[in-house]
């Protein structure tokens, strides 16, 4: 099953800056997910990133503030933008291993904003 | 939209107890998960399931496709076993996964 590596781990950062999460996927993933958990709420998924096209966003998430790249079938990257403290969350990258063995997850980045 | 309620949403319990932990969800899916997210935020897969019961060592889930619900079970419970454990379905409308807020799982020694 993939391995995902996930960084930072954690951060801090200041109002009005921007974070770049990155995923390393060891193998070759058609889809990667990015989810947002705040504190005391579930997981949220953002946005869906296909290799070669543009992200699939949720409702109520844009490409303006959370910026998905996805190089190649084994990276991608997502961006918060010009933070505030409400983004202060949890954020994970996520792919799909063979059907019938479920998900597997980074390790999560800890976000803060102050 | 799929609703996914777990409970309880907080429990301790005493090293050896049998634990359980509920999900339902309000639309029909294609599959549950069981997820344990660490205090650092990591989550691990536990189970896929589409049917019936499955099995990893003290950890037993069981799904009622009918009734729109899954047990997570933990037989004699240790500490390593605090975390917190979310129910997570696919389908329903939804890409990717709808997730319940989770149980937080504190087992006392």
């Known amino acids: 099953s993939a391995v995902i590596s996930q960084k930072p781990s954690r951060d801090i950062c200041q109002r009005g800056t921007s974070l770049t999460i990155q995923c390393q996927v060891d193998?070759?993933?058609?889809?990667m997910f990015w989810y947002r958990q705040q504190p005391g709420q579930s997981l949220t998924l953002i946005a869906t990133a296909n290799q070669g096209s543009e992200a699939t966003y949720e409702s109520g998430f844009v490409i303006d503030k959370f910026p998905i790249s996805r190089p190649n079938l084994t990276f991608s990257t997502l961006t918060v933008s010009n933070m505030s403290p409400e983004d202060s969350s949890i954020y994970l990258c996520?792919?799909?291993?063979?059907w019938g063995y479920g998900y597997t997850f980074g390790s999560g980045t800890r976000l803060t904003v102050v | 939209k799929n609703e996914v309620e777990q409970s309880p949403q907080n429990l301790t319990a005493q090293e050896g107890e049998f634990i359980t932990i509920n999900c339902s969800y309000s639309v029909g899916i294609s599959a549950l998960h069981w997820l344990q997210q660490h205090p650092g935020g990591g989550i691990v897969s536990l189970f896929m399931?589409?049917?019936g019961k499955k099995k990893h060592g003290r950890l037993i889930a069981t799904i009622n496709i009918q009734e729109k619900h899954s047990s997570l079970h933990i037989t004699a419970s240790h500490p390593r076993d605090s975390a917190v454990y979310i129910c997570a379905v696919l389908g329903g409308g939804a890409d990717g996964l709808t997730f319940g807020k989770g149980t937080h799982l504190i087992i006392q020694p």
């Open positions: 193998s070759q993933v058609t889809m």
């Open positions: 996520s792919v799909e291993r063979d």
């Open positions: 399931l589409s049917s």
